[in-house]
């Protein structure tokens, strides 16, 4: 990645000039990065059948953002979270990036925003033309069990024969055919299956950040069975899962049909489904809104893994190479991002570097620092809070955001 953002960045010297390249901004110059990676990632992929989806109109997205991104602090704050922000320099928030990346495989009037009621200002401002009773908006925050269910009972409402992706709205792909293809390939086989099915990232490291997928070698029609679901192991057992190729990081993606699900909950998590199902008559009704604010909060907090991905026996994965990242880290996104000749990142060229390398630099518009000695740290001003950190200590951060707030208040937060 190093190398080749190198290279972007002679090539682009070389051809705009050296004063037409000092005043290109830096969203042109990263957005730029990221239309050539993902030419490059699309050479040789499987074109997706994107009109045979389309034209079967069973396809629904749903969309989860409600989180707070607390490991993206300072930067992302309760009244603005990470998807609503763009953290990559491209002109775009990552929940507008997703979108327009669903937009390709479903109609949007199939595609529902799963978010929380204080998000409905931000969703509607930057997903432009979407309407109101596409977002999905849960009164408390109760993990992803509840707001599935509640998203697929209202769908079985509509449309019986629904095929459901289920999808988070932070994260990177690059590799965007490639993802599509993926996501289609599911959709044929859940729509012929009572399959629970999930995306599954190939490898490439042994990261202890993310939770991981034991599957079968055998597969039938490219779908893997999946043996069970793998907390965050430590840098040795990581290192096993990689060496054995017969793990996968979950990436919080899954495809199914909408009675898969229903049936999953009803067997796996009854208390979820008696409580949605007393809902089927007002659902895509006016009444909608004052049922799931009165019935909602009574739902378990708990996490669609929990509730009934760890106990289905139906369970499967299709292998993916995606350029994928849940950019859920400082250094994560440092990863990803344009880097000079230091190994730094940065989101403005108004800088005096000395003696300073394998930094993240997130400043805003405008801003000038001088920055001397610094090694592997992650620098972030929001104005009202600038956090020096090191990389190698960066989990902490959210637990350093917790004590922010209850030293000084929740305008920290």
Not at 5 to 16: G, P, Y
Not at 42 to 58: A, D, L, P, R, Y
Not at 101 to 111: G, Y
Not at 325 to 333: I, K, P, V, Y
Request: net charge neutral; proline share 4%; glycine share 6%.
């Amino acid at each position: 990645m190093l190398r080749l953002s190198q290279f972007i960045f002679k090539e682009t010297r070389e051809r705009l000039g050296t004063l037409s390249f000092l005043i290109n901004s830096i969203k042109f110059v990263t957005l730029a990065v990221f239309r050539i990676l993902k030419g490059l990632f699309m050479n040789g992929t499987k074109v997706f059948n994107k009109e045979k989806i389309m034209q079967q109109n069973n396809t629904y997205v749903l969309i989860m953002a409600g989180g707070v991104g607390s490991r993206f602090w300072p930067k992302s704050r309760n009244h603005f979270p990470k998807q609503f922000i763009d953290i990559l320099g491209t002109g775009q928030s990552l929940l507008q990036m997703t979108y327009a990346r669903f937009l390709q495989i479903c109609p949007k009037e199939n595609i529902y925003i799963l978010s929380n009621q204080d998000y409905k200002g931000l969703v509607m401002a930057q997903l432009d033309g979407i309407a109101a009773s596409n977002i999905l908006l849960e009164p408390s925050r109760n993990n992803t069990a509840p707001c599935i269910a509640y998203a697929t009972y209202k769908i079985l409402q509509q449309n019986p024969e629904a095929n459901i992706v289920v999808a988070p709205s932070d994260h990177l792909i690059l590799k965007e055919t490639a993802f599509l293809d993926k996501i289609t390939q599911a959709l044929e086989y859940t729509s012929k299956n009572e399959a629970l099915l999930t995306l599954g990232i190939s490898p490439t490291r042994p990261d202890t950040g993310y939770g991981y997928i034991h599957f079968e070698q055998e597969a039938v029609a490219g779908v893997h069975e999946v043996n069970r679901f793998m907390e965050k192991p430590v840098l040795k057992k990581a290192k096993e899962y990689l060496a054995s190729g017969d793990y996968l990081w979950n990436a919080g993606i899954f495809i199914w049909s909408a009675k898969s699900i229903q049936k999953a909950f009803q067997t796996h998590a009854p208390e979820i489904a008696k409580l949605f199902e007393q809902g089927n008559s007002v659902y895509n009704t006016s009444e909608e809104l004052g049922f799931i604010q009165e019935n909602y909060p009574n739902s378990p907090n708990i996490s669609i893994d929990y509730a009934i991905l760890e106990k289905a026996t139906n369970v499967f994965t299709i292998p993916a190479d995606i350029g994928w990242s849940d950019l859920g880290t400082w250094a994560s996104l440092h990863e990803v991002l344009p880097k000079d000749a230091s190994n730094n990142s940065k989101s403005t060229d108004h800088l005096h570097l000395e003696a300073t390398s394998n930094c993240i630099i997130h400043l805003p518009s405008g801003k000038a620092a001088v920055i001397k000695g610094l090694d592997d740290f992650i620098i972030v001003d929001d104005e009202k809070v600038l956090l020096i950190y090191p990389k190698s200590s960066e989990q902490e951060i959210k637990s350093v955001a917790g004590a922010m707030v209850a030293t000084y208040g929740k305008e920290y937060l």
